[in-house]
């Protein structure tokens, strides 16, 4: 049991990749997301980091998940701080 609880912990506390994907053909993004300035499918910012792979904090409180410090939070009132 104590085996187990130990690599749950250790699987929990391994930050998570951001969801970044190859912008389709029609160059439209699922739901939730954007795209960036590489062609690229981000994650619209967010009010968790529940995968730790937020690169900054708007200053509305979102989680950013942008690849690039350009543009990042601009529709959430600018950033707060970079965390990458």
């Known amino acids: 049991m104590l085996r ?8 929990l506390s391994i930050p998570a990749a951001a969801q970044i994907i190859d912008s389709p053909t029609n160059g439209e993004c699922p ?7 590489d062609h690229k499918c981000v994650e619209h910012p967010t009010p968790y980091n529940d995968h730790g792979a937020a690169t ?16 990042t939070c ?11």
């Open 56 to 71: 900054a904090i708007c200053n509305d409180g979102d989680y950013s998940y942008s690849q690039h410090h350009s543009g």
């Open 4 to 11: 187990r609880a130990a690599a749950m912990f250790l699987l």
């Open 31 to 37: 739901p939730d997301y954007y795209q960036n300035s």
């Open 74 to 84: 601009s529709r959430h009132g600018g950033v707060k701080v970079f965390l990458r």
